[in-house]
């Protein structure tokens, strides 16, 4: 298996700009999750899923914000509009059941101007 | 305020030295991860420890459980210029895990 893939790996938009942020978890997990992850607040969890479903969003900053699964194998984290300070690295990861390990995706650093 | 409080933030030690590395909490957690990551790359879990007192070794690294399930420590050592990293601890509730900020190990060679 791949692990997790995320694109893209880099993205740099101007204010106002809407951002698609896209993951395709190892196949056969059924839990995805959404990071953001910053210098000064470290690695902070946004939304996940379980089985497509979300589960937990009380994580995602604002309504800008929003996440789908439309399926077991895509996710996709939208921002509109972008700010510069959404700036930051967003990671994937996904995991086969509640305990065990989450594997990330290489993560995508999102620089908004 | 961090839930997951780690100390120290940054730390640059010569190779051959050992160190620890601590994640402190008021919160119980039902497990505690350690993971490290390298730049440009996503974290890779090292280990889960769930029981307090819980020690695990992996190598040259050594994780403990406090014994209320608060707070653990990474002991490394001999450390050698390929641990060079960010060493995050996360602690699980809910299904949820949530991050320290991470400790920046630097080993110079």
Known sequence: DAGVIQSPRHEVTEMGQEV?????PI???DYLFWYRQTMMRGLELLIYFNNNVPIDDSGMPEDRFSAKMPNASFSTLKIQPSEPRDSAVYFCASRD???NEQFFGPGTRLTVL | TQLLEQSPQ???IQEG???TVYCNSSSVFSSLQWYRQEPGEGPVLLVTVVTGGEVKK???LTFQFGDARKDSSLHITAAQPG???LYLCAGGRDQKVTFGIGTKLQ???
């Open chain 2, 58 to 60: 992996l190598k040259r």
């Open chain 1, 20 to 24: 698609t942020l896209r993951c395709k």
């Open chain 2, 17 to 19: 030295e050992n160190l």
């Open chain 2, 107 to 109: 080993v110079i060679p």
């Open chain 1, 27 to 29: 196949s056969g997990h």
């Open chain 2, 83 to 85: 641990d060079t990293g």
């Open chain 2, 10 to 12: 940054f730390l640059s």
């Open chain 1, 97 to 99: 059941s509640p305990v």
